[in-house]
C-alpha cells in the first residue's frame, strides 16, 4: 500500500509540525547571518588578533629601550599578544557560531 500506516502518521504530525516552526524561527532569527556577517567576522579576527599583537611589540620595544637585558621582551610580548589575540577571537567566534539554547530549553 503506497499511504502507509495512516493512523501512525497522525500521531506523528504534532511533533513533525513543531520540528518545523522550530526550524523555520531559526532561520529568520539567522537570516542575518549572510556573507557580510562572515566578511564582518573574518576582519574583526584579523584586527583582533592584529592588534593585540602589536600593542605587544610596542610594550615589549620600549621595556627594551628604558631597561636593556638580556632577554627580547619585543619577542616575548610579541608572542604574548600573538596568544591573546587568538584567544580573543577564538572566544568571539564562538561565542557567534553557537547555536541559540533559549529556544530548544521552550
Known amino acids: 500500500m503506497k499511504g502507509g500506516n495512516r493512523n ?4 506523528k504530525l504534532p511533533g513533525t509540525v513543531g520540528k518545523k516552526a522550530k526550524r523555520r524561527l531559526k532561520a529568520r532569527r539567522t537570516k ?3 556573507v ?3 566578511l564582518g567576522m573574518f576582519g574583526m579576527v584579523g584586527w583582533t588578533v592584529a592588534v593585540t599583537t602589536l600593542i ?4 615589549g620595544m620600549w621595556i627594551d629601550r ?3 637585558g638580556p632577554y627580547s621582551w619585543t ?3 610579541l608572542f604574548i ?3 591573546i589575540g587568538c584567544l580573543n577571537a577564538w ?7 553557537r547555536p541559540g539554547d533559549e529556544d530548544d530549553k521552550e
Not at 501512525?8 to 500521531?11: F, R, V
Not at 572566544?91 to 557560531?97: A, G, I, L, Q, T
Open 91 to 97: 572566544y568571539w567566534v564562538n561565542r557567534e557560531s
Open 8 to 11: 501512525g502518521d497522525k500521531e
Open 75 to 77: 619577542l616575548t610580548l
Open 32 to 34: 542575518d547571518k549572510s
Open 36 to 38: 557580510w556577517f562572515g
Open 66 to 68: 628604558t631597561w636593556p
Open 56 to 59: 605587544g611589540v610596542a610594550l
Open 81 to 83: 599578544g600573538l596568544i
